[in-house]
């Protein structure tokens, strides 16, 4: 007995290095956005077990929230710093989660707005689980970008998908809402599962699990062996499912037209910049992987996705699923950039995803203060916006400019993200990329037009929806405001968001 009580095992007992880890001070500090994040979804889940209030869950929310994107501050001036072998909270991981932090702050505002107010018109079922289950994908967004290991990769992955399931299909009277949420199970239970065995593969080959580390195995070896080029292969497969690029998209259009419009604006914005934040991440940390063959299926996949979304978005008359087919050809246009690889790419992705981000939660927030509050079904038809600039012009207004935005016109925010974008890619000559990104581009101009041209049109008899004749004085509007401001300014004056892309810099501490 006294043998078996004084065993350890190895994995608990000790690290590489036999180093013991010790969790210090600084070592919290690091995790701070992570803990408060933690700590608000447990402070929630009590409140609604205590009592269910609608605009309590909402505030505490939005503090917790508010308090994770302040605690931010304390953690930079601790990193770079390894938390345990699974995550490295760094410059480039505090950049992220401020943008999956502000982009759920965003979407919760909205949220609030979507499911009306206390009088009981809206949403006539729970409201509060809402704000429980977007602030646990949140907190799988925080871990995804900080991973610098398959095992914090996948953890965070499940933690932010899962959650989105029930999210997606909140508005279960909704046949359309249930359908796209059991949809969006199925296939990303797929995807988890090429994952899953892409991982299993590569550490069969590599016999590690850190970026870093299997990206020096494979570095050493004067060829990639059969195993490793499989797994990363199936990973690749995963990954690109979540980003939703060709051939994996198919889900993407049901899913945005069938969820709620705030929980379609959470997919857009902070699910999709998490995903491809750590994919960025393990394509620096291990280059071996970045090279040859694989460049070259990212390279047809970025060309299909920026075609296909283009092309597919023209036939649309659903504001969603053009969205929808949209975000497949802006994540497309960021492959552009992560193949490229060098130089300026890493600094273009930053300030690609911070103004996709930026213009996503202000068109999906137009369709949402639409909607608003709760009645069946979203306020996504295009003939519903039809007019719109006759009834309620300052709505109209940010729904220009994110629609500009969008299609990269200058003095927007949209055209800076795709200027480094192109920079990025002339620097690496990948000419082909540019001149298919050229051509999308070209292509998106016409429909972002369309639904431009749409709002001013005459406005016709048949109306079903319109937003609240005072949006603009209520939280949702005044966010969706500052976004439309933010866009603007962004594309007079980017200096700030450059100057904060630039501080982000990827950093990998040695093994």
């Not at 994107?69 to 991981?93: A, N």
């Not at 797929?190 to 593969?201: C, I, N, T």
């Not at 994996?248 to 705030?262: I, K, N, Q, R, S």
């Not at 962004?490 to 810099?505: C, F, I, K, R």
Request: hydrophobic share 55%; proline share 4%.
């Amino acid at each position: 007995m006294a043998c078996i009580s004084g065993w350890i095992p190895p994995s608990i007992n000790s690290l590489p290095g036999n180093q013991v880890m010790e969790f210090t001070t600084q070592h919290f500090i690091a995790l701070l956005p992570l803990l408060v994040t933690c700590a608000t979804i447990v402070v929630v889940m009590l409140a609604i077990a205590w009592k269910r209030h609608h605009s309590w869950t909402f505030g505490l929310s939005v503090i917790g929230l508010n308090l994770a994107l302040l605690s931010i501050l304390p953690t930079l001036k601790v990193v770079p710093m390894e938390v345990t072998p699974l995550l490295m909270v760094d410059t480039f991981g505090c950049y992220y989660m401020a943008l999956v932090l502000a982009a759920t702050l965003a979407c919760v505002t909205l949220i609030h707005a979507y499911l009306g107010g206390e009088s009981g018109k809206g949403y006539p079922g729970n409201r509060e689980e809402m704000y429980l289950l977007i602030l646990l994908a949140a907190a799988g967004g925080l871990v995804l970008v900080t991973a610098q290991n398959l095992v914090g990769l996948f953890i965070g992955l499940e933690l932010l998908s899962v959650p989105v399931y029930g999210l997606v299909a909140y508005a279960f009277f909704n046949r359309r809402s249930l359908e796209a949420g059991i949809k969006y199970m199925v296939l990303s239970a797929a995807g988890s599962a090429f994952l899953l065995f892409g991982m299993a593969l590569l550490y069969a080959d590599a016999g590690s699990m850190s970026f870093s580390g299997i990206g020096t195995h494979l570095a050493a070896t004067s060829a990639p062996s059969v195993l490793s080029q499989l797994g990363i292969g199936m990973m690749l497969v995963g990954l690109a499912f979540k980003l939703s690029l060709v051939p994996f998209h198919l889900w993407t259009p049901d899913v945005y037209e069938g969820a709620p419009a705030p929980v379609a604006a959470f997919l857009a914005t902070a699910s999709k910049v998490a995903v491809f934040a750590v994919l960025l991440r393990l394509y620096q940390l291990s280059p071996a992987t970045a090279g040859g063959w694989l460049n070259e299926l990212l390279t047809v996949i970025a060309i299909a996705s920026i075609l296909f979304g283009n092309l597919l978005a023209l036939v649309q008359n659903n504001i969603k699923r053009l969205l929808g087919y949209s975000s497949i050809a802006h994540f497309g246009y960021l492959l552009v950039a992560l193949i490229a690889s060098k130089g300026l790419a890493v600094e273009a992705i930053g300030v690609y995803l911070a103004t996709y981000v930026l213009t996503s939660l202000g068109a999906f927030g137009v369709v949402t203060l639409m909607s608003t509050p709760y009645s069946g079904r979203d306020c996504d038809a295009l003939y519903e916006y039809r007019g719109l600039f006759w009834r309620r012009p300052y709505l109209t207004a940010v729904m220009t400019v994110m629609m500009l935005s969008l299609a990269g016109i200058p003095l927007t925010a949209g055209f800076i993200g795709k200027f480094f974008v192109i920079a990025a890619g002339v620097e690496s000559g990948l000419w082909w990329l540019l001149g298919a990104m050229v051509l999308g581009s070209a292509i998106g101009v016409f429909y972002y037009l369309r639904v431009m041209v749409t709002l001013f049109l005459v406005e016709p008899n048949l109306r079903r929806h319109d937003a609240d004749m005072h949006w603009a004085q209520r939280a949702g509007g005044i966010m969706l405001l500052f976004v439309a401001l933010l866009a603007f300014f962004l594309g007079v004056y980017p200096q700030p968001l450059l100057d904060l892309v630039q501080h982000s810099g990827l950093v990998a501490l040695a093994n």
